[in-house]
């Protein structure tokens, strides 16, 4: 057994892939993180400077490749979008599409979204938060694991502002079972809309990598839209 260090284990809702980063992913990292890229800190961050303007700002959790936050970048440029991903290839990635798109309202942290919300975002600061198709951990022993816990729901909603939204989606059935009861215990958000569908229209969002994925196993999609009251 080993010894133990007297500091509480911490639970991550992620483990590192070990994935290769390609050659464009490398190159765009070092190209175009000093434009786009946030490195942790323990101070809130100041949007107006950030983003040069005062607009409303989204914040994605696990953007994982990237391409459904900036195509929401490229469509909404009226809004401003943070995204915060853990695994650095598809921060890459991620680069790569904004730059070939050549717009200007995202900036990423490639660190842990837990750690990101505490000390990075200031309270009320946000007009949405998207968390799309977050890992499932479906083993009941990973649960746990889960970022959607209610600690997590109490924390997005300090974050947002006042009637701020926050949108929910997975393929997992599981895993919607266990968003539904995290909702249902808190006071802090009214339920705008939850569906239950095979992927079709109406969306208030763009189709994920993951939630592709999941169509092709024949997974259904929830997704729930929460207003902070
Ligand atoms: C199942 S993938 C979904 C990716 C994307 N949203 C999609 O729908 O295609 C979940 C993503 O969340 C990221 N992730 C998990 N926990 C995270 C955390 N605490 N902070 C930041 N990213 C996290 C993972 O690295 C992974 O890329």
């Given at each position: 057994m080993p010894a133990s260090t007297g500091k509480p284990r911490t639970i991550r809702s992620f483990v590192r892939r070990?994935?290769?980063m390609t050659s464009g992913q490398a190159g765009a990292l070092e190209r175009l993180w000093p434009e786009f890229g946030i490195d942790i800190a323990?101070?809130?961050?100041?949007?107006?400077?950030?983003?040069g303007r005062s607009a409303p700002v989204v914040l994605e959790i696990g953007f994982g490749n990237g391409d459904t936050l900036v195509e929401q970048a490229r469509q909404n440029q009226e809004l401003d979008f943070l995204g915060v991903e853990v695994h650095v290839p598809g921060v890459g990635h991620c680069l790569m599409q904004a730059e070939k798109e050549g717009i200007s309202n995202l900036r990423l942290i490639a660190h842990d979204a837990i750690d990101v919300l505490q000390?990075?975002?200031?309270?009320?600061?946000?007009?949405?938060?998207?968390?799309?198709?977050?890992?499932p951990w479906p083993k009941k022993r990973h649960h746990k694991r889960r970022i959607m816990q209610p600690e997590f729901l109490r924390r997005i909603a300090?974050?947002?502002?006042?009637?701020?939204?926050?949108?929910?989606a997975t393929d997992w059935a599981g895993y919607a079972e266990h968003i539904d009861e995290i909702i249902a215990l808190d006071a802090c958000f009214e339920p705008i809309e939850r569906r239950k569908h095979a992927g079709e229209a109406p969306l208030d969002r763009v189709t994920t990598k993951f939630e592709r994925r999941g169509l092709g196993k024949g997974h259904a999609i929830w997704d729930w839209h929460l207003r902070r009251v």
């Open positions: 070990t994935g290769r323990a101070e809130p961050l100041d949007f107006t400077g950030l983003f000390t990075q975002i200031a309270d009320g600061s946000l007009a949405r938060v998207n968390l799309y198709f977050p890992d300090h974050k947002l502002r006042q009637n701020g939204d926050f949108f929910i």
